[in-house]
C-alpha cells in the first residue's frame, strides 16, 4: 500500500490548457503539502493544509488552486498552464503541522509545458 | 528567518569510503529538527535521518550519523562504507517545532549532488 500517492506521474501538456494533480494518503496525517521542485532541484513550499483547512498559501500565481475535500486527500488545480509551470510537484504529509515530524512525500508529477 | 545551507553542488567518493555533505542553518528558534532526505535519480524522496535541537547524542541510523554542532549550527550528513546505489541528491532540511516565528514547514537547502566511483 503506497502511503502517499500521487497522479499522474507524467504529465505534458500544452500552453493554456487546465490540468490537475491528485494526492492521498493513507497514513492518518492530519496535515498535506504541495512543493515545488525546479530545474535547479530546489524545493519550494507552495501550500499547506491541516485537516481541510489552508494554513499555508506561499506567493503563488493565482493560476494555482489546491483543494482538499477530506484531510486524507489533497489536490492541484493549474489553470492557464505557462512554460514556466514546468517542474516537479511533490505531495507530502505530515502527522501535525508542527513538531518532531518528517514528511512523507508522493512520487512526484513531472510536469511538462510545451 | 529560516535558512538552510549546502555549500558544497557536487561530490565524489570511492565506494567503501566515507563522506561527509555539508549542511549549515540559521534560526532564531530554540527548538527545531533538522532532517537529511536522499533523491535518486528515480526522483522519490526518501527520508534517512533526524536530529531533535535538544537531542543530546548525534543521530545514526545504519550507515547514516548525523554531525551535530549546535553551536556551530551545522548538521553534516556521514555516510559510511560508500556504495554505488548511494549515488544521488542529498537534501537537508529543517523544522521549527513548536513557537517559531515561520510557519512550522520544512524548508530545504538546494541539495549536494553525490557521485560514488566504482
Known amino acids: 500500500d503506497t502511503a502517499v500517492s500521487q497522479t499522474p506521474k507524467y504529465l505534458v501538456t500544452q500552453m493554456g490548457n487546465d490540468k490537475s494533480i491528485k494526492c492521498e494518503q493513507n497514513l492518518g496525517h492530519d496535515t498535506m503539502y504541495w512543493y515545488k521542485q525546479d530545474s535547479k532541484k530546489f524545493l519550494k513550499i507552495m501550500f499547506s493544509?491541516?485537516?481541510?483547512?489552508?494554513?499555508i498559501n506561499e506567493t503563488v500565481p493565482n493560476r494555482f488552486s489546491p483543494k482538499s475535500p477530506d484531510k486524507a486527500h489533497l489536490n492541484l488545480h493549474i489553470n492557464s498552464l505557462e512554460l514556466g509551470d514546468s517542474a516537479v510537484y511533490f505531495c507530502?504529509?505530515?502527522?501535525?503541522?508542527?513538531?518532531?515530524?518528517?514528511?512523507?512525500f508522493g512520487s512526484g508529477t513531472r510536469l511538462t509545458v510545451v | 528567518a529560516q535558512k538552510i545551507t549546502q555549500t558544497q553542488p557536487g561530490m565524489f567518493v570511492q565506494e567503501k569510503e566515507a563522506v561527509t555533505l555539508d549542511c549549515t542553518y540559521d534560526t532564531s528558534d530554540q527548538s527545531y529538527g533538522l532532517f537529511w532526505y536522499k533523491q535518486p535519480s528515480s526522483g522519490e524522496m526518501i527520508f534517512l535521518i533526524y536530529?531533535?535541537?535538544?537531542?543530546?547524542q548525534n543521530a545514526t541510523e545504519g550507515r547514516y550519523s548525523l554531525n551535530f554542532q549546535k553551536a556551530r549550527k551545522s548538521a553534516n550528513l556521514v555516510i559510511s562504507a560508500s556504495q554505488l546505489g548511494d549515488s544521488a541528491m542529498y537534501f537537508c532540511a529543517m523544522r521549527e517545532m513548536w513557537y517559531g516565528g515561520s510557519q512550522g514547514n520544512l524548508i530545504f537547502g538546494k541539495g549536494t549532488k553525490l557521485s560514488v566511483k566504482p
Open positions: 507530502a504529509s505530515s502527522p501535525f503541522p508542527r513538531g518532531p515530524y518528517g514528511y512523507t
Open positions: 536530529q531533535g535541537s535538544y537531542d543530546e
Open positions: 493544509y491541516n485537516n481541510k483547512e489552508l494554513i
